[in-house]
């Protein structure tokens, strides 16, 4: 498909578009980059790149297909720095979890006959580094793209197929939309398991080992989500403000209705609230979007 | 161990003692009563009990261990019908999410010569009914018994045996502490969980199918926990509402923090927060509450 892909952070997600793209022979040439010499090393140790280079030039010269794999508020002055040494027809793209703060910040050093689609893999785990990725990550996940305006309809086809290569589904949708769906489905749920982790482990009349201890009844499952890269999740923060501000907005609101209900003891209004989740667990089981086992399979192994 | 028990509530965690006690051989015969002549009829068809009994006296009649497993809000009506059934030196026990609430309800119909102590097994999935138990849901998790001031010790240690039996470890501690320990670990996590999860529904600028969608971003997670019975839920949090409303407020509280530093873009203090939830998770893996694999080991199957 692409005679060299140049993949730009070679964390989580840049090391699992790597194996993704080596198992679907999407790519001749694989180029990798990291700003951390340690990761670049540890990323040669893993062997996922075909080349891996200290110079970011080096990584992008000659490749179709250049991926932003940073935390996003890096974004700014890797676009810089590429900017001279992006291909004629190259189409430049990024996995970040916000996009118009993206667009606003990398546009701006897109040379004109550079095809800019920013990208999003709705897919991850709570580990980072080289060693994080796999294939399979994104498989049966869905990846939204955000053209800008001016996006060539057979670039964004390209870099749909890619994706679809890499084991993914594929959407696109307009960045200002993905920004507040991401709000709810993403960054929302990450900010919320930060907080109780944080609220848990200062909590003084309960042992942070207690904490842990009795983890199972609940608690354990914010801990995965709470244990996600913080510089990419800061990010997030820094750059998909209003978004974010509004959902946490409906949430609180939402959460004095329930708090209100558990210091009247109103148990209808806590029952009806509670017997709606049920439903759309289903539906995410039945999009293949999760597991059915009970407590995602972890229980009886 | 015993002659016989008797299981009063045949959801998930009533079959579950079922399967565990006879993997572990501990009881002659295990007789078990129902409320619903549904779940009656469909705990048959699993078969799980030697006996099963549409009156809740001969269940209870002859039992050296009586368990109930039903939502707690049925605790004090169940204790009033079994009061003259229940067996000289029998213990009395169950395995509700809350403690306080169940010695109020509780004691008042327990004999002078029946020693009552209230257990909690910190286990469970997002599943309910008779279908859903299994024999190892206890192994490696934690069981909390909290006596009452003149609970016999010979009869906690025999209680403590029995949880040994089906594959739990087992503490002791005194029902207020659990309460609150229990608020932070299980109950507060949970009511969280179901209010995200309304929030996402009702938003109107993201559609329900687009949260299904792109729930693998985090979403999901929160999910699980918000398909738990609403019915046992609902008890939980009309029968432990101070511990609830205390450490909701530090929630609430330590939430306000996260969203000044969202609107301040103070970079700093989310880095910090994110930051600490690595080390609390891998305690929670060290000791063997949770599986190390990514994403709950879900990702890779």
Redesign the interface.
């Known amino acids: 498909m692409f005679d060299k892909i140049a993949i730009i952070g070679l964390g989580l997600i840049g090391s699992s578009i790597a194996h993704a793209a080596r198992r679907g022979k999407l790519a001749k040439e694989i180029a990798g980059h990291d700003a951390s010499a340690d990761v670049l090393e540890r990323a040669g140790v893993v062997g996922f790149c075909d080349t891996l280079h200290a110079d970011i030039g080096d990584a992008v010269e000659g490749g179709e297909l250049v991926i932003l794999c940073t935390p996003v ?1 890096a974004y700014r002055t890797i676009a810089e720095q590429i900017q001279q040494h992006l291909e004629e027809g190259a189409i430049l793209s990024d996995v970040g ?1 916000v996009k118009g703060a993206v667009i606003r910040d990398v546009t701006p050093s897109v040379p004109l006959d550079v095809h800019f689609i920013p990208a999003h893999p ?6 980072s580094g080289p060693e ?1 990725g ?1 294939a ?2 994104f498989d049966g ?2 990846t ?1 793209l955000t053209p800008v305006p001016n996006s060539d309809p057979a670039a964004v086809e390209k870099l749909k197929s890619f994706w679809q290569g890499l084991g993914s589904q594929v ?1 696109v949708m307009d960045a200002s ?1 993905h920004d ?3 709000a ?20 003084e ?2 042992t ?1 080992g ?19 890269d ?2 990419m ?3 997030v ?2 750059n998909n ?1 209003a978004a ?2 509004e ?2 907005s ?3 609101d ?2 004095r209705v ?2 209100k ?3 009247d ?1 109103d ?1 209808q209004v ?2 009806d ?6 439903a ?5 089981i039945e ?1 293949g ?3 059915s ?9």
């Open positions: 508020g979890s709705i897919a991850g785990t709570e580990f994080a796999f399979t990550l996940r869905w939204i959407d939309h507040l769906v991401l709810i489905t993403s960054h929302l749920p990450h900010l919320i398991a930060y907080n109780i982790v944080g609220t848990a482990r200062d909590l009349e309960v942070e207690e904490v842990i201890k009795y983890s199972a009844s609940g608690f354990r499952d914010f801990t995965r989500i709470a244990s996600s913080p510089t999740w800061r990010d923060f820094l403000r974010v501000l959902v946490l409906r949430f609180n939402d959460l329930l708090q209900a558990v210091e003891g148990g806590l029952f609230t509670f017997t709606r989740g049920r759309i667990r289903r539906a995410i999009i979007q999760d597991t086992a009970p407590n995602f399979g972890r229980n009886k192994s």
